[in-house]
């Protein structure tokens, strides 16, 4: 009977809290949110806040073409693995004091899990077979090895802080994090971890690819790079999968930095959690969509090994000496 | 029945296991000229050495016992040891295992791989010749016949790396190969005559008993000469470009071997040396050594392959970064750190032996490995392709395959060690495995882009899936891949724990040869600890649940269907977008895919496209220079 009820509640975890119907409905919101407040601050009107969703449901509805030179069963395989990728994630990242599956990732495995989606995006692009997927896929690659070292630092750095603080030298487990903050504060009131909390702020819009880090999909020079190809229900999978993105990332940075605020009540938790991600996206990817130009991939490169990097460096080498 | 029961009894294995290998090469030599004759007996002597080797496991991993075995009974007279001897312990049947199962995985993988080839007779003699010279190497208790098994296995390696002589590159690559593997052998060879001159004693039991006692400045010489020649049969750092030559030119099952094998053999050698013989020469100072080279290795030829348009030469640096996280794990001097990097060495020999495999593949059907020629073959060679990405999966370490799972014990004994230790340096070595490994992920997303996705050029219509006994081979290897990746727990338990236990253990290895072990330095072990959660198993139930349930959703939405757009052909499609540029200088796929990375890393890539001049006399002035160098080290720091 146990073990009924057990397995009805990991199948609730995955589809509806912290999974799919949750990821799908926060994703959107903030995506549509994200609309809404780049179109104000550039003086638009801007589509309305739930217009993600009527995207997403007439893109289900549209024919779905492959393209001759496609290997047909990556193309329409690819968008499924990266969002189901994505909702595994989302499981492991706790809520505040609610962990939906614990002791079964941590901080490195979150790291590798990230690749994921964005293999999987890159596999679909190139079994498109063409050439501005080429181009998007090679961009694309260099985004993530940029991003890769400055979210590695700024990982770390959390880990010592929360070793050194419970005892045990390391802590790489999200739930030990989450333990720790919970009982001690917010790990973003300590001067150590400011830098990287900015930097992990920084992070954010060049993992999930948006302005000004998205010269893999530039529509106006390579028509999306690796979405050139895509069109109907797929397409719509991967516009899903990178708003289930904004959120993923976002709530990895109030797991990791802003733990500890929450009520107890799963719910209100919840909804917490929605707001954070929602001021989040706001700050890093609207407004800094609202006031930046596209930035070419080599920039990207340099920018994130050099300023990110350096931000996170000092985070870690603060932590290092126990500060 | 007494005498057939002491023949049959498990402590004449080992020998048995190098002679089977070493007979089946002379008995191909012979009666090798009929085709059915030569793969059988090919395939009857890799088959005899894996299972003589995994008999083998019951009494020696699980069981822990150390076999000792004297040849022709000529034991100790005097107190020293005259006779050979082989002795096997945890650390020897761990390589052991490695070695019988490339081989033997290999093995059935030639047997249509060179069916296009001439001499097949002279190939399965010298490869019978190479596996056994390796499997001589790791199970003898003897460091002179270590330096025996080293050289046969380098002049077979060398023969076989110029073995399709007629392809370009082929006698050049042996013959650098040839140059510097010499020079690495007969360091080998000063060494162990220091070492004799001084102990009087070639038994490596003994050794590890005499020559802790007594460290002067010959034996800190004789410590970086030994160290020098295993690093060159391990093509480590600054070794690196002879592999990349070697595995360009030889054939794919030859590669598997070099590179799951051969180095295996070298990495072999210098925990034996460093653990062993050396150890009271302080393992914290030569954690440096090792973690140093290691992590350099890791880094340089991952940024090598990045600049790689060769499939095969890609590989072959992907093959010495890998090792050189090996290296650096072993050398952490953690139990932890020592257990994570035989872990990856299995890994290695797995994930890099598919990708070879998969590479031999390639070559076979469409004669090139030229990443600007290749292209869309997961139409062609559907198979060959899912085999491949689980391959590469595995070496970028994506979860749940093996190379994830190496890798995080890696990260996490490197991390630990610097908290414990209080050393900066160490985070460094986790931040540079991190990110060596985000570096491997690009080079292969590089070759799936170039080789097996974008677009199939019209030469390559015709290719066909290769045969099914390829796949076979590919297809063992895949799946190893995927038990060693989701069941971290037993290769922990039952492969590598007890080997990193053997080589924490060395007075033991001592005495089980009736030597007194009682004054070895035994270096402090520490534990299993692990500091992260990672349970493969259900992660990847979850994962299920969650792409069942996409998938279903998917499928109530219509998802599957969709109509080919066969009207536009590709030609007229994408016109526009090479606007008249050289189809060549554009960024689509090869070499230059990564272009936003090299143009920042410019200097350093135009620096090492000067030093890596592919002239022989430039890679022997390394040798000698890294020789240099190490002896300094040890003399002045050890």
Redesign the interface.
């Known amino acids: 009977m146990t073990v009924v009820i057990d397995a009805l509640m ?2 609730g975890y ?2 509806i809290f912290p ?2 119907l949750f990821c799908f409905l926060a994703g959107m919101l903030l995506c549509g949110i994200d609309r809404k407040l780049v179109a104000k601050m550039q003086k638009r009107v801007g589509p309305p806040v739930l217009q993600p969703f009527y995207d997403f449901f007439k893109l ?1 509805g549209k ?7 496609a ?2 069963i ?1 193309f ?1 395989f690819a968008p ?2 990266g ?3 994505l ?2 994630i989302q ?1 492991f990242i706790p809520v505040f004091g609610f962990t939906a ?1 614990s ?7 979150i ?3 990230l ?2 989606p964005a ?1 999987s995006i ?2 679909g692009g ?2 498109s ?4 997927a ?2 998007g ?3 694309e ?2 985004t ?2 940029s991003c ?2 400055p979210l ?2 700024v990982l ?1 750095a959390v ?2 802080t929360v ?1 050194d603080a419970m005892g ?6 999200l739930r030990g994090i989450a333990e720790y903050q919970a009982a001690n504060g917010s790990l973003i009131c300590r001067i150590s971890m400011l830098p990287a909390a900015a930097a992990m702020l920084l992070i954010i819009p060049g993992e999930t690819g948006n302005h000004p880090f998205d ?1 893999a999909e530039a529509e106006t020079e390579i028509c999306e790079g690796l979405l050139a190809e895509y069109s ?3 397409l719509a ?1 991967f516009k899903l999968s990178h708003a289930v993105k904004m959120l993923t990332l976002t709530s990895l940075f109030a797991a990791l930095f802003l733990g500890g605020l929450g009520t107890g009540m799963v719910v209100l938790d919840a909804l917490l959690l929605f707001v954070i991600c929602a001021v989040l996206t706001a700050l890093t990817i609207s407004f800094v969509h609202a006031v930046t130009a596209r930035l ?3 920039q ?3 920018y994130y ?1 050099t300023v990110v990097t350096l931000l996170a460096a000092v985070s ?2 603060l932590a ?1 000496y126990g500060l | 029945m007494n005498y057939l029961g002491n023949i049959l009894s498990y402590q004449h294995f080992p020998i048995y296991a190098i002679m089977v290998l070493f007979l089946g090469s002379f008995l191909i030599a012979v009666f090798g000229e009929n085709r059915i004759a030569r793969n059988i007996l090919a395939l009857l002597s890799v088959t005899a050495a894996l299972g003589f080797v995994a008999a083998l496991i019951k009494p020696v991993l699980m069981d822990g016992e150390i076999i000792s075995y004297w040849m022709g009974a000529r034991e100790p007279a005097g107190g020293y040891a005259i006779g050979i001897a082989l002795e096997v312990d945890a650390l020897s049947l761990f390589f052991a295992l490695l070695v019988s199962l490339a081989v033997f995985v290999s093995g059935v993988y030639s047997i249509q791989y060179m069916n296009r080839d001439h001499n097949e007779k002279e190939y399965y003699t010298l490869y019978l010749l190479l596996c056994g010279g390796v499997m001589g190497m790791v199970l003898s208790g003897d460091l002179f016949n270590m330096f025996i098994m080293v050289e046969i296995l380098t002049f077979a390696a060398v023969a076989l790396t110029a073995f399709r002589n007629t392809a370009r590159g082929a006698v050049e690559a042996a013959f650098k190969y040839l140059v510097v593997g010499c020079m690495g052998s007969t360091c080998i060879l000063a060494g162990t005559a220091m070492l004799y001159a001084q102990t009087h004693t070639l038994n490596l039991a003994q050794l590890a008993q005499l020559v802790p006692g007594d460290v002067n400045t010959a034996t800190k010489v004789a410590f970086a000469l030994l160290f020098v020649g295993f690093g060159t049969k391990a093509f480590i750092v600054p070794f690196h470009p002879l592999a990349a030559d070697a595995h360009g030119a030889a054939p794919a099952s030859i590669s598997v071997i070099i590179s799951g094998v051969l180095t295996k053999s070298g990495i072999y050698g210098i925990i034996r040396i460093t653990y062993f013989l050396f150890q009271s020469m302080g393992l914290g100072t030569m954690q440096f050594l090792l973690v140093f080279i290691g992590s350099l290795s890791m880094f340089v030829c991952v940024t090598m392959a990045l600049a790689q348009h060769d499939f095969k030469r890609l590989l072959a640096f992907h093959s010495i970064s890998q090792i050189g996280y090996v290296l650096t794990a072993v050398g952490l001097c953690t139990a932890l750190g020592v257990s994570a990097g035989l872990y990856h060495a299995i890994n290695h020999t797995l994930f890099k032996g598919l990708l070879f495999l998969a590479a031999g593949a390639v070559l076979h059907e469409t004669g090139t490995t030229d990443l600007n020629k290749l292209g ?1 073959l ?2 062609k060679m559907p198979h060959t ?1 899912v085999l491949f ?1 689980i391959g590469a ?1 595995s070496i ?4 749940p395959f093996n190379g ?1 799972a190496s890798k ?1 014990l890696i ?2 004994a490197s ?2 060690k610097a ?2 230790s209080g050393n ?1 340096g160490f ?1 460094l070595v ?2 540079i495995a ?2 060596t490994s ?2 491997t ?2 080079s292969f ?2 070759v ?2 170039s080789v097996f ?4 050029p019209p030469e390559l219509e015709n290719v066909r899936e290769v045969s099914w006994g390829m796949r076979l081979a590919m297809g063992i290897f895949a799946l190893l891949c995927l038990v060693t990746g989701l069941f971290p727990g037993l290769v922990t338990g039952y492969l590598t724990e007890p080997a990193a236990t053997a080589v924490f253990n060395v007075s033991q290895y001592i005495e089980a040869m009736g030597f007194d072990g009682s004054a070895a330095v035994q270096p402090e072990a520490g534990s299993f600890q692990y ?5 493969p198993v ?2 990847l139930l ?2 299920c ?3 069942l ?3 279903i959703a ?1 499928a109530a ?10 009207a ?3 030609e007229d499609k ?1 016109q526009l ?2 606007g008249g540029e050289a189809q060549e200088l ?4 090869g070499d230059d ?5 090299k ?2 890393w410019r200097g350093y890539f135009n620096y090492m496209h000067r030093m890596h001049s592919g002239i022989v006399n430039d890679y022997a002035l390394w040798a000698v220079i890294d020789l240099a160098l190490v002896m300094l080290f040890s003399l002045i720091v050890l």
């Open positions: 990991y199948l995955v589809l999974g799919f289900c024919e779905t073409i492959v393209p001759d030179a290997e047909g990556c329409m499924l693995l969002l189901a990728a909702v595994v499981l599956i002791g079964m990732a941590d901080i490195v495995v790291l590798y899990l690749l994921i293999v890159i596999l190139a079994a077979g063409s050439p501005y080429g181009v896929l090679s961009r690659m260099v993530i090895i890769e070292l590695v630092l770390l880990a010592k070793g045990t030298g390391l802590c790489f487990s010269a109907g229900a797929p999978v070419k991939i080599e990207i490169f340099k090994w870690l080498v290092w | 869309g997961a139409k392709t990405l999966f970028s370490g994506l979860p994830f995080w990260y996490q991390y630990q908290v414990e900066i985070l986790t931040v991190l990110v985000v570096l992920l690009a997303v590089k799936s882009h996705f974008g677009q199939l500091v992260g959660a990672w349970d259900s992660w979850v994962l649940i969650a792409l349930a996409v998938t998917a939405g219509k998802y599957g269907n969709f109509s080919r757009n066969r536009a052909r590709r994408y977008f090479y554009s960024q689509l796929g895919l990564f272009w936003g990375f143009h920042n």
